[in-house]
């Protein structure tokens, strides 16, 4: 069965830093594509950042600079370091993992993460 467990949201003043952690497990981790996104209070989900099997990131603009995301493999670990946080990143943090399984193509999602950024 697939997995994806969160970890590390929480509560950060504005320019403060926050890490979050996603493990998997139930799939081949290191053949997954592997990304972060993110609902805001009143706004549709939004793509934050993407991994793919390779390591070959993107981000979207609103993060580009403040947010880095890696992998690590061995660990079936995702990370998403967040620095700089403004109060707009403040939303339920989500992460998602796109793999493929007996031919076919699955997506799964954690649970989600909330992070709020506010003095």
Not at 18 to 42: D, Q
Not at 56 to 68: I, L, P, Q
Not at 88 to 114: K, N
Request: include cysteine; charge should be positive; charged fraction near 20%.
């Amino acid at each position: 069965q697939v997995h994806l467990v969160e970890s590390g949201g929480g509560l950060v003043q504005p320019g403060g830093s926050l890490r979050l952690s996603c493990a998997g497990s139930g799939f081949t981790f290191s053949s997954a594509a592997m990304s972060w996104y993110r609902r805001a209070p009143g706004k549709e989900r939004e793509l934050v950042a993407s991994i793919n099997s390779s390591g070959g990131r993107n981000y979207a603009e609103s993060v580009e600079g403040r947010f880095t995301s890696s992998r690590d493999n061995a660990k079936n670990t995702m990370v998403l370091q967040m620095n700089s946080l403004e109060t707009e990143d403040t939303a339920v943090y989500y992460c998602r993992a796109d793999f493929r399984s007996r031919q076919r193509d699955y997506i799964s999602w954690g649970q989600g993460l909330p992070v709020t950024v506010s003095s």
